[in-house]
Nanobody, 118 residues
Framework: VQLQASGGGLVQAGRSLRLSCAAS????????MGWYRQAPGKQRELVAT???????NYVDSVKGRFTISRDNAKNTVYLQMNVLKPEDTAVYYC?????????????WGQGTLVTVSS
């Protein structure tokens, strides 16, 4: 599985951005896709996930502002980020999980930088 993330950039607080993650390879085996982020000096944290059954999950700090969705025809997962705050500044990483016989296998895309100015 290969993941290609895009859509980051510099934006003012209160504005919106949409991140995209295009998947290729053995995508039929993916069970969960999601977005993580890592701010400078902080650990990587989960932002949002979406399962193959379209169940979603969000970290509390983004609930009501961010929406994760998927377009199966394009093998792409999106993260719509609204009402951005300076504390959302981070490198955002796309993630995919495949539950194999030996446990979960994680795949990562390259990061895309989101910078929110105050």
């Amino acid at each position: 599985v290969q993941l290609q993330a895009s859509g980051g950039g510099l934006v003012q607080a209160g504005r919106s951005l949409r991140l995209s993650c295009a998947a290729s390879g053995s995508i039929f085996s993916i069970n969960v896709m999601g977005w993580y982020r890592q701010a400078p000096g902080k650990q990587r944290e989960l932002v949002a996930t979406i399962t193959s059954g379209d169940s979603t999950n969000y970290v509390d700090s983004v609930k009501g502002r961010f929406t994760i969705s998927r377009d199966n025809a394009k093998n792409t997962v999106y993260l719509q980020m609204n009402v951005l705050k300076p504390e959302d500044t981070a490198v955002y990483y796309c993630n995919a999980i495949r539950y194999g016989d030996r446990g979960p296998v994680n795949y990562w895309g390259q990061g895309t930088l989101v910078t929110v100015s105050s």
